[in-house]
T-cell receptor, first 114, second 111 residues
Framework: NAGVTQTPKFRVLKTGQSMTLLCAQD?????MYWYRQDPGMGLRLIHY???????AKGEVPDGYNVSRLKKQNFLLGLESAAPSQTSVYFC?????????????FGPGTRLLVL | QQPVQSPQAVILREGEDAVINCSSS?????VHWYRQKHGEAPVFLMI?????EQKGHEKISASFNEKKQQSSLYLTASQLSYSGTYFC????????????FGTGTRLQVFP
């Protein structure tokens, strides 16, 4: 099992460009999450999904969109990138068995917006 | 609202002990502890549940005080491998969909 994988690992964008980050998991998990991590801010939830075809907003959703067309994939889109979106983005997943289960994190995507 | 972790940073010599605290302004059902090495993903350490027992793994253990809405992580006889940033993630109910993470505590262990 590969666990949770993220594509790409690193990307540089210019202000106003768009891109999509891909998260894939092979553990048949129901829940998937997108976080951003900035120095001194910890992990902040952007969007999440409780199952295929569903999405919900987290703490910092503005400027991002997501889609979960397949259970194993969760896409994070930036329609018009801004320098404030420079960050490390982590995807995570967990089974649907209440909060006795932990989240499994992907390796992260480093995004630099110039 | 993010849980508050204290201290923000800790510097230790090998063999010394440390305590990291996580406090929430909301009632908690679960507290999850993670460790993150520089440039890597967070790695799960343990979960504490309301009404559950204190957890432990080798020389790392944790407690959960439901009344005070806080959890503490205890690192005993620290090793170089303990260095990293520790995060607590809190859940408000059994059916909660998401965790809210604290801002982290950076731990550095020197020989």
């Amino acid at each position: 099992n590969a666990g949770v994988t993220q594509t790409p690992k690193f990307r540089v964008l210019k202000t106003g460009q768009s891109m999509t980050l891909l998260c894939a998991q092979d553990m048949n998990h129901e829940y998937m999450y997108w976080y951003r991590q900035d120095p001194g801010m910890g992990l902040r939830l952007i969007h999440y999904s409780v199952g295929e075809g569903t999405t919900a907003k987290g703490e910092v959703p503005d400027g991002y969109n997501v889609s979960r067309l397949k259970k194993q994939n969760f896409l994070l889109g930036l329609e018009s990138a801004a320098p404030s979106q420079t960050s490390v983005y982590f995807c995570a997943s967990r089974p649907d068995r209440g909060y006795q289960e932990t989240q499994y994190f992907g390796p992260g995507t480093r995004l630099l917006v110039l | 609202q993010q849980p508050v972790q204290s201290p923000q940073a800790v510097i230790l010599r090998e063999g010394e002990d440390a305590v990291i605290n996580c406090s929430s302004s909301k009632a908690l059902y679960s507290v999850h502890w993670y460790r993150q090495k520089h440039g890597e993903a967070p790695v799960f350490l343990m979960i504490l549940l309301k009404g559950g027992e204190q957890k432990g793994h080798e020389k790392i253990s944790a407690s959960f005080n439901e009344k005070k809405q806080q959890s503490s992580l205890y690192l005993t006889a620290s090793q170089l491998s303990y260095s990293g940033t520790y995060f607590c993630g809190t859940g408000g109910s059994y059916n909660t969909d998401k965790l809210i993470f604290g801002t982290g505590t950076r731990l550095q262990v020197f020989p």
